[in-house]
């Protein structure tokens, strides 16, 4: 309680000063430097603006107490010490909050240890008065120099799926701190999603085909490959094509593969830096099976063309989508791995899983504050291809009815 008396005190005399200071020169010039007396004259104005910026502080104080309360309460400060070793300590302050963004920034004289923050993610929760943890996400950001951005947002653990989520040359991916999240078709990447059994890859799967389906126009082909489920058999589309066969899998690799190689002769030609026509796009579900397959020969012919698609893919527009409940060596090459650009990753408690797509725990612990493993169906965090920028994400339900009724309305208007 001292601590913010004394907090409002500095701050309020602070403005005071600003404000008598300011009142005092305009009347001094405009009275073209006319004698101390004569601003007696004005002593009721300095007294009214004085009271009203008291009052201005005194509310912004109380309407943020929990805020200016908390670098003190966590102990957020800078030490420093002296020649005579003698500690300083400077302590974080709450700076402003945008009511827009719903951001609170947080400041230090010296430097901020945003560290710090991440790691007081749950007292900082508990001291906003946030009962129920569940009900609100968390990012931090370091802000200019010396600050650090805390964004307070709420994700749904679960909704539903509707239509309007579509939208022409976008990927729908879920919805993030701000609403709907779109990745633009031409930013897409060959990339990898990984998830435990249950956490909700084939509900994502299905829900990337929809806004894949809807951008036909821009897509020449999609082709589905898994070798222990037939849930992607479904779609029966004139621009889509299922195998479960890993000899039509083999087969359709070495086809993308030149498909992609008379492309980059074509750019040749024409000088283009990207391919300009449509996009070939490979979803491929558990890759992991490919790997236990007994013929050596043809895993080793199959992965050497994924390798190859994933280098080179974007410019051609040939790009790889691979799932999988792991990625470790033994469900998928480590050089197969490194040359998909993008990544989405669900939940797992497999640090190797987050380690190889996501990156380290603080990058994530800076935009969420549950852990990998605790996600809820259908939560994901994704790293983008291009600018490695993470979002986190949470996908909508899709029903087996809604998928059905999807399809259906894929197959009106594309076999027509
Ligand atoms: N976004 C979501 N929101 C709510 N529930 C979901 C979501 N996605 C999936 N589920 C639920 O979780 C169950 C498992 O999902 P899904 O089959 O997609 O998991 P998976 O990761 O593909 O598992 P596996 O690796 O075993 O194939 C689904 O039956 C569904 O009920
Ligand atoms: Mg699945």
């Known amino acids: 309680m001292l601590y913010m008396l004394r907090l409002f005190i500095v701050n309020l005399g602070i403005h005071l000063a600003v404000l008598f200071l300011g009142l005092f020169l305009v009347i001094f010039f405009t009275k073209n430097g006319a004698a101390l007396d004569e601003v007696e ?33 966590l102990k957020l400060f800078n030490r420093v010490n002296n020649e005579q070793k003698e500690s300083k300590i400077y302590l974080d302050k709450f700076k402003i909050y945008d009511k827009k963004s719903n951001t609170y920034f947080f400041k230090n004289r010296l430097s901020i240890d945003k560290k710090a923050y991440i790691d007081l993610k749950d007292r900082i929760i508990h001291l906003l008065g946030y009962e129920d943890k569940n009900e609100v996400e968390f990012e931090i950001k370091a802000h200019n120099k010396k600050e650090v951005a805390i964004k307070l947002f709420k994700l749904p653990k679960k909704f539903d799926w509707h239509i309007g989520l579509l939208k022409d040359k976008n990927i729908y991916l879920g919805h993030n701190k701000d609403g709907s999240y779109y990745l633009p078709l031409e930013n897409l990447t060959s990339s990898i999603c990984c998830g435990e059994s249950g956490s909700g890859k084939s509900n994502f799967l299905n829900m990337i085909i929809f806004s894949l389906l809807q951008n036909s126009q821009y897509i020449e082909h999609l082709d589905f490959i898994d070798l222990k489920g037939v849930e992607l058999s479904r779609y029966e589309l004139n621009n889509t094509t299922f195998t479960d066969n ?4 083999n087969n359709l690799f070495e086809n993308l593969k030149n498909e992609m190689n008379n492309r980059f002769k074509e750019m040749k030609e024409k000088k283009d830096l990207t391919y300009n026509g449509n996009f070939r796009i490979c979803l491929i579900d558990e890759i992991g099976t490919i ?21 080179k893919g974007r410019a051609s527009k040939v790009l790889l989508l691979i799932f999988s409940q792991k990625i470790d060596s033994t469900n998928i090459p480590t050089n197969v791995l490194t040359n998909l650009q993008g990544s989405f990753l669900l939940r797992t408690s497999s640090q190797f899983n987050i380690n190889n797509s996501i990156g380290l725990n603080e990058e994530v612990e800076e935009i969420t504050r549950t852990r990998v493993q605790d996600f809820p169906k259908g939560r994901v965090i994704f790293k983008d291809g291009l600018s490695s920028e993470k979002v ?7 029903s087996q009815d809604v998928q059905n009724s999807m399809i259906k309305y894929f197959q009106n208007w594309i076999n027509k």
Not at 246 to 249: D, G
Not at 291 to 311: C, M
Request: aromatic content about 20%; proline content about 3%.
């Open 246 to 249: 890993i000899e039509e899998a």
């Open 41 to 73: 004259k004005y002593k009721y104005l300095f007294l009214v603006s004085g009271l009203v910026v008291f009052i201005e502080r005194l509310i912004y104080y109380i309407k943020y107490y929990k805020f200016h309360i908390l670098p003190y309460s």
């Open 392 to 398: 986190l994400l949470q996908t909508p339900f899709l």
């Open 291 to 311: 790997s236990t397959h007994f013929d050596k020969k043809l895993k080793e012919n199959i992965f050497n063309n994924l390798i190859e698609i994933g280098q």
